[in-house]
């Protein structure tokens, strides 16, 4: 995982220039800039907040020839340690923010990535089209004088550009950008091209993969319930399997596992496959797992952390999964933030999240900032009362985002006819990265994180939309079946669906709480 920033300027004026950044240095690079790009806008705000993404290694890498600065941030999971931007054969430099699952890759994701270019330089849309993972990019290509970016299909990392005047900008994540430098969020699946010669940004026509489409056939008697139950457990197995092989080895047996942990039933799903999975590679007693669950102050309903039913419930469902997995060590760590706290940290959530500028996504966005932050305590496992503090070793983090889009677990489904919920589901899963990915990942990754999304993996995605009936997604029927008979989840299988917002207290904070979720932030 990384941060990408790319600028490029027919004007510029740079020298060719490469700076090292290692891990606790501090990153400064106006001295190295021309007189134009000293304390501007990408050297004092968007070089920072894409250092905080990659804490093990930052490089600034300036090009007379290309007109052109890359600033790239490493956090490093997979060897060899491989430093990014990174020049490939003299003819291409290369960002990449990211995990690859493909079968074929042994060690390092990035390291395969060369090796294709290197293999097959004027192939780089067809071998963009063969990554398997969650990503964002930038390849400038020298020789043919483009620049390519864009993200997976489904958006899971973060990415935004700015088309000037014979400039563009891509940035990972950029902040509340001012009037003159209108970032845009880059869309999902599409691969941007743009061509320095003419200034020129293409920026529809290459796709990585057709929209998704969920299927319209209907099971009424549930006669193939229990095969596509199979066939769910499967996929996501292998889903949630990859993402915990890919991890080099010595952070799985040093480095705890971490879920974004509100209790519920998808966050729970995620955590016995993780526990199966660490049962079949034999890990099961030297790895440890981290449920992370948040839970605000609220000066308005004047409830503690405690108080909170994403609180209430993690400890429930928490206890149950360490009495189902007693050879796994699984902590819950609470973490309270104090209203001083939160209004202490609103100002940079709210930067970090932009342009999303409405208050159900701050509240939702600061939600996940503290929970990745991961700052709390456990409690003592034979008095249960003992606070001991706790600050999250974990570096990966497992997400349940995408069930609800999946398999229909919105409150708002439940009474659509067939085909209004067929209609639903489609515009759901293909819209969100833009409704949650480029918020959640600006917020997590600012805590030096990288977060994975089994349920949004590919061949997750395919299998639900094109596999399982719609009458299986009402209510999130196909999960909980799946709960209940493969992962014996007991009483989780049948939680309901609850906002973060509402379940961690983190939304209507004050006391002036006619405000609405649709509101714009103040």
């Not at 894409?50 to 490089?59: E, I, K, L, Q």
């Not at 020129?200 to 998704?212: G, M």
Request: with cysteine; net charge neutral.
């Amino acid at each position: 995982m990384c941060g990408i920033f790319l600028l490029h300027d027919k004007n510029a004026g740079f020298n060719d220039t490469l700076r090292e950044f290692q891990e606790g240095e501090l990153v400064d690079v106006n001295g190295l800039l021309p007189a134009a790009y000293r304390n501007s806008y990408f050297s004092t705000k968007i070089i920072p907040l894409v250092a905080r993404r990659g804490p093990n290694y930052s490089s600034l890498r300036l090009s007379a020839a290309c007109n052109t600065m890359w600033f790239s941030s490493v956090l490093s999971l997979r060897q060899p340690f491989t430093p990014q931007s990174i020049s490939v054969g003299n003819r291409f430099i290369l960002q990449f923010n990211g995990e690859l699952y493909n079968a074929e890759i042994q060690f390092n994701d990035t390291q395969y990535i060369v090796s294709k270019l290197l293999a097959h330089p004027d192939d780089i849309v067809a071998i963009i089209r063969q990554w398997e993972g969650e990503f964002a990019f930038t390849i400038f290509d020298i020789l043919k004088q483009s620049i390519y970016f864009g993200r997976d299909s489904i958006g899971k990392r973060s990415l935004s550009y700015h088309h000037g005047n014979e400039t563009l900008s891509i940035a990972s994540v950029t902040g509340h950008s001012n009037d003159s430098l209108q970032y845009e969020n880059c869309l999902a699946g599409v691969i941007y091209k743009y061509d320095i010669a003419t200034s020129t940004l293409d920026s529809s026509s290459i796709t990585i993969q057709p929209a998704f489409s969920v299927t319209d056939k209907q099971d009424l008697e549930h006669l193939t319930l229990n095969d596509t139950v199979d066939q769910l457990y499967k996929t996501l197995a292998t889903a949630v399997g990859k993402r915990i092989d890919s991890i080099h080895p010595k952070h799985i047996e040093n480095s705890p596992i971490a879920i974004l942990f509100s209790g519920g039933l998808d966050c729970s799903v995620l955590v016995a496959l993780i526990c199966h999975h660490l049962i079949s590679i034999k890990k099961q007693n030297s790895s440890i797992i981290e449920l992370l669950n948040v839970a605000f102050e609220n000066p308005r309903t004047g409830l503690q952390p405690c108080d909170a039913p994403d609180r209430k419930l993690a400890i429930q469902s928490a206890t149950f999964l360490q009495n189902l997995f007693p050879t796994i060590t699984i902590h819950l760590v609470q973490i309270d933030v104090p209203y001083d706290m939160y209004l202490e940290s609103r100002p940079h959530v709210i930067d970090l999240m932009f342009p999303k500028q409405t208050e159900m996504e701050l509240s939702i966005a600061i939600a996940f900032y503290f929970a990745s932050r991961g700052e709390g305590f456990i409690t003592n496992s034979s008095t249960n009362d003992q606070k001991i503090p706790y600050k999250r070793h974990g570096i990966v983090l497992f997400s349940g985002l995408g069930a609800d889009e999946l398999y229909g677990g919105y409150h708002k489904f439940n009474n659509k006819s067939k085909d209004e919920l067929v209609i639903e589901l489609t515009k759901q899963i293909n819209n969100i990265h833009d409704r949650n990915l480029n918020r959640d990942d600006k917020v997590i990754a600012d805590n030096g994180v990288e977060v994975r999304y089994p349920f949004l993996d590919v061949d997750v995605i395919n299998f639900s939309t094109k596999s399982i009936p719609i009458t299986f997604k009402t209510n999130k029927l196909i999960l909980r079946e799946m709960a209940t008979q493969k992962l014996k989840l007991g009483f989780i299988a049948m939680e309901p669906k609850r906002a973060i917002q509402f379940g961690s207290k983190s939304a209507k904070m004050t006391k002036d709480g006619n405000k609405n979720g649709t509101d714009l932030l103040k």
